[in-house]
């Protein structure tokens, strides 16, 4: 087994600590840090993104692979440096004002991480008017995420749509919505680009909508 596959392997295992080691180890016998962040960590992620979509794991293993994945690229940041692995630009991602549920939007800011954005985490309860004001002070923001987790919360959803919409953003990002009693048709009614139903299928739309 190669190096970089032992990489994934830990990855997909969540031994965040032996990530970090074998990424040096790889470093320091000379494979390439894009190799080591393509092959090792952004390929584990999409194969434990995969097996979370066909119910082979679930969200407790999908957290600590996260994890794993983001000790692994922490420690090879230095070593990509002028390389900066092909960034897709940023991604602003929070719960909706009312929610303090974070465990979905943590998931898929991991997972979009993952994907090569810059991920801004304005965290739970987030007015309408920080994602705004977030996305006009990163002209480089491709993406805003919003989620929520109770259905009381969705009309908040709604109006962040509308702020966004009004204050000339959506000429700049692309809204993906998610959450527990999201649809796609909520997403469509309150104009967002688009909805998924999981962080692996966030992580790949992000990238599609980038």
Do not use: W
Not at 133 to 153: F, H, Q, R, Y
Not at 158 to 164: F, I, R
């Amino acid at each position: 087994m190669s190096k970089i596959e032992e990489i994934a392997a830990a990855v997909a295992k969540g031994k965040a600590k032996v990530v970090a080691n074998l990424v040096t180890e790889a470093l320091n016998e000379g494979a390439a840090p894009l190799d080591v962040l393509n092959q090792g960590l952004i390929g584990a992620m999409d194969v434990v993104g995969e097996k979370f979509k066909n119910n082979e794991i679930f969200v407790p293993e999908m957290l600590v692979a996260a994890r794993a994945m983001k000790k692994g690229v922490e420690t090879l940041k230095p070593a990509l440096g002028g390389e900066g692995g092909a960034s897709l630009g940023k991604c602003v991602i929070g719960t909706v004002a009312g929610d303090l549920h974070d465990i979905g939007k943590n998931l898929v800011a991991m997972m979009i991480e993952s994907t090569g954005f810059e991920v801004i985490d304005l965290g739970v309860d987030v007015p309408k008017e920080k994602f705004v004001e977030t996305v006009k002070a990163n002209p480089d923001c491709k993406i805003v995420g919003l989620s929520a987790l109770l259905t009381t919360t969705m009309p908040a959803m709604k109006e962040a749509v509308a702020a966004l919409e009004e204050a000339g953003c959506k000429n700049q990002v692309k809204i993906m919505v998610g959450g527990a009693p999201i649809t796609q048709e909520f997403c469509d009614e309150i104009g967002a680009d688009a909805y998924t139903a999981d962080a692996a299928s966030a992580a790949q739309k992000a990238k599609e909508l980038a």
